[in-house]
């Protein structure tokens, strides 16, 4: 029977968000434990509300690396400081541009985290979508 790190191409792996509802309220969501050693090769946010953007009230959606030694690695990011989302509407999450930190190992700890700049914004739940491929 193949492994999951033997299978070539993009694999999917879902994060389960719970919602903010305190607009200041900074939070962090446990996610993914990786599986093998891989690169994040996507990361997409589906929210169950839609999001009204705001130019210096905000929060940005982080994908980050929690594991030891990696300390938090921002692998993904989506900030609401100027666009908009539609209820249940995946959409691309930002890479980052540092090769290193796309690059997790098996065992590697994956977070989604709310951080907030201003007040802050309301966040409902949602899923983040990784993609990892095998390195």
Known sequence: MPQLKEIR?????AINVAGAGVAA???EFAGLIVPFNAKVTAAKWVPESSITAHAANYFTLTLRNRTTGAGSLLAASRAYSAVNSVAMAPESMTLSGTAANLN???G???SVEK???GDGLAMPAGVVMVALQVR
């Open 9 to 13: 191409g993009d694999q999917w792996f």
């Open 25 to 27: 309220t900074v939070a």
């Open 115 to 117: 951080l907030v700049a």
């Open 108 to 110: 590697d700890h994956l």
């Open 104 to 106: 997790v190992a098996e």
